[in-house]
């Protein structure tokens, strides 16, 4: 919700463009405007307009805006084409929506997995935060270059700092990822240089972790 009330989101599938790997549309992100006792909705950006998905498709999770109204968010998939549990795909996008007189211009901040192996990690499907410097911390679900006996690739935290792209930590670099595989929800702030967050596989049981990393 912004400071005029006017509320933001993110649709899995639907909208206006339905390339074949996406044949239920692609997902939006999406306003609401109060008007009264009802709200008005409105479309501020179709994925898949691009060629190929390279401005992302599938928006899993929420958004966080900056002070200067800018939108920013992740795509599961979009981007540059990867191979990711034996499947050649797309493996996500960080995406900002930037307002334009009245209208909404779509930049993708990162695509995931340009290299081979997916170092940066890949699907990102958990919703950015934002500190108060301006950088994004976010996760990934698979990606970062460690064995998972989970699924490929154990996940990553990472931070962006406009478009400079940092790893903070890769799953799954401890034996028998004792140190969590899999973080789906994101992290988010505590005191001083602290995130938080969950895994859904790893640990020494192994059912997941609660994690914390000083950056």
Same mark, same amino acid.
């Given at each position: ?46 994925? +898949?307009?691009?060629?190929? @998905?390279? =401005? &992302? *498709?599938?928006?899993?999770?929420? /958004? $966080?805006? #900056? !002070?200067? %109204? ?42 995931? +997995?340009?290299?081979?192996? @997916?170092? =940066? &990690? *890949?699907?990102?499907?958990?919703? /950015? $935060?934002? #500190? !108060?410097? %301006? ?50 929800? &994101? ?29």
């Amino acid at each position: 919700m912004d400071a005029d009330g006017n509320l933001f989101g993110t649709t899995l599938i639907g909208g206006a463009n339905h390339p074949d790997s996406f044949t239920r549309g692609a997902g939006v992100v999406f306003g609401l405007r109060p008007n009264g006792a009802s709200w008005i909705e409105s479309t501020l950006y179709d994925f +898949c307009a691009q060629s190929e @998905c390279v =401005d &992302g *498709a599938g928006p899993y999770a929420g /958004l $966080v805006q #900056d !002070a200067l %109204g800018n939108l920013f968010g992740v795509t599961a998939y979009g981007g540059v084409q990867c191979t990711l549990a034996g499947l050649t795909q797309t493996c996500g996008t960080v995406f900002e929506l930037s307002p334009n007189g009245g209208l909404w211009s779509e930049t993708v901040v990162h695509a995931f +997995c340009a290299e081979e192996d @997916c170092p =940066d &990690g *890949a699907a990102p499907v958990g919703t /950015l $935060v934002l #500190d !108060a410097s %301006g950088r994004l911390y976010g996760t990934t679900t698979a990606g970062g270059g460690n064995d998972n006996p989970f699924q490929e690739g154990a996940g990553t935290v990472f931070r962006l700092s406009g478009t400079t792209y940092k790893v903070l930590h890769r799953f799954c670099g401890l034996a028998n990822c004792t140190d969590g595989a899999s973080p789906s929800l &994101g992290v988010f702030l505590g005191k001083g240089h602290a995130l938080f967050g969950t895994t859904a596989f790893g640990g020494v049981n192994p059912s997941g972790t609660v994690f914390e990393i000083d950056y």
